[in-house]
């Protein structure tokens, strides 16, 4: 192709927005994906933006890598381009006279819904940045930028753009509707229908459809998990990996290993080489649970991933791999706590939070529970007993029982006690109150006589008792030794005569966090994740 159409207008604008590194730096975006000279020549740009120098480097910058690259200074200008022509992927300036990028948005995706947006604002705020996205953005980017930042989140966009490309031509090859991963119907059925939880499926699949990265609350066993997976599957990365990371399962000392991989003799042990989770997420979807537990120096070097996309593995003195990966993060605690207690950088959440969604706990969406016991226990029988019996039916006494327990540990909590269920029912039974193990008449956990297991226990075949026994008592012990150390896990380690990884194993298997456990020592909520 020849030189890009432009069009500007109006005096050079003020310099102190536009990125740093002076000439066209390599690409590290494009090049990740790969994306031959073709490919490249094939993904129509449009770069507005008021400021003269800024969008004059944006264009040098894309079309030195083979864009083709069209320009523009003026909203009113913009707007009638995007209504005659189309572009793969735009570059707004969110805020400009004439019209906002807002505006020139809609007008683009209403003539071509397939178009990438990208917002740029020197002014970002959550709440303009979630404004954008639910208008339509696929992203934003915050000024000022780095050449390296722009580079790779327009490597991400055109990514995106390839895969869609691709997707669609081996549907049209097969005869296939277009039709998304997970069937409406389906997303009802595996997340529930009550309007609280309804509300969050709906954020969830219109964030899906962008790059934009989501930070997850909600308590313990509620589903964050499951919402990251949602996202997901039904968003361009679904054909990659979705790598998902405890970050509270992770010794202190290996976390960075872990993360960014590490060199040759990078430490004692290292005998080769190491990828990090991060590039093993590259193309697809890192999922970072319990991110609070992610030590700060940590959280400071993924915060330069985000920005720039570049790992670093321990022990390097230089770059070892430039990463195209969306982020997805979670927490059970309130991320505002966090970081007046300095477990959290504010950067780092203001970066991870563009879209915040909050998964309610089970107790808010009691209309939910007679649907997942029913999903549970069908999911269950097939697997423990196979499709050649009737499963059995709750009783409507039992599905009361069900709605009226607390579930400290929501949805989780539930699946175990439905499974246990299932191991001891009979085919074809109707299952009563007296038949659901561990609930008391007040729906909490536990024997109602405030003893480790209550008498179903003594009707259960030796072994699942003896496991079931095993894993309260080490849930017990774990809360009280941790308790009594105030949350100092190597103190509480030396107490219990084992090692730290011990206790890590411990919490991991429980699915528990040390300030959860310190917490409730103080009379805070019920122990059970």
Known sequence: MGAPPKTSSGDPGPTDHQYSGGAAPAFGGSDLIALDKEQRASIEVLVVDDEHSLRESCGSLLTSQGFPVTICGRG??????????????????????????????????????????IVMTGNPSVESSVAALREGAWDYLPKPFSATHLGVLLGRAAHAVTVARES?????????????????????????????????????????ATDASVFITGESGAGKEVIAQFIHKNS??????????????????????????????????????????LEAAHGGTLFLDELTELPLPTQAKLLRVLQDGIVRRVGSTSTDAVVNVRFIAATNQDPMDAIQENRLRKDLHYRLRVVPIHVPPLRERPEDIPLLAARFLKEFWVSHRGTDSEPPVFSGDAIETLRRARWSGNVREMRN??????????????????????????????????????????????????????????????????????????????????????LYRLMEKHRTRREKLVKESDGGSDWGD
């Open 76 to 117: 009113d200008e913009a707007m009638e381009l995007v209504r005659r022509r189309r572009f793969d992927i735009l570059l707004l300036d969110l805020y400009m006279s004439h019209s906002s990028g807002i505006e020139i948005m809609r007008a683009a995706l209403d003539a071509h819904p397939d178009s990438l947006v």
């Open 168 to 208: 669609q031509k081996k549907k049209s090859s097969t005869g296939s509707a277009t039709t998304p991963d997970v069937s409406e119907d389906d997303a009802t059925g595996l997340f529930g229908q009550s309007p609280a939880f309804q509300s969050v499926v709906e954020v969830a699949r219109k964030v899906a």
């Open 236 to 277: 361009r990365r679904s054909s990659r990996e979705l790598v998902p990371v405890n970050c509270a399962a992770i010794p202190e000392a290996l976390v960075e290993s872990e993360m960014f991989g590490h060199v040759e003799g990078a430490f004692t042990g290292a005998v080769r080489a190491k990828q990090g989770l």
């Open 417 to 502: 006690v439905i499974e246990h269920l299932v191991v001891l029912a009979s085919a074809g039974s109707v299952l009563e109150p007296s038949d659901i193990p561990f609930i008391d008449e007040g729906g909490s956990a536990g024997g109602a006589d405030g003893t480790l297991f209550n008498a179903a226990v003594m009707d259960m075949e030796y072994h699942s008792a003896r496991e079931q026994v095993l894993s309260q008592f080490e849930n017990a012990y774990l809360k009280h030794v941790v308790q009594a150390a105030g949350g100092n896990i190597s103190d509480a380690a030396r107490s219990a005569g084992v090692d730290r990884t011990t």
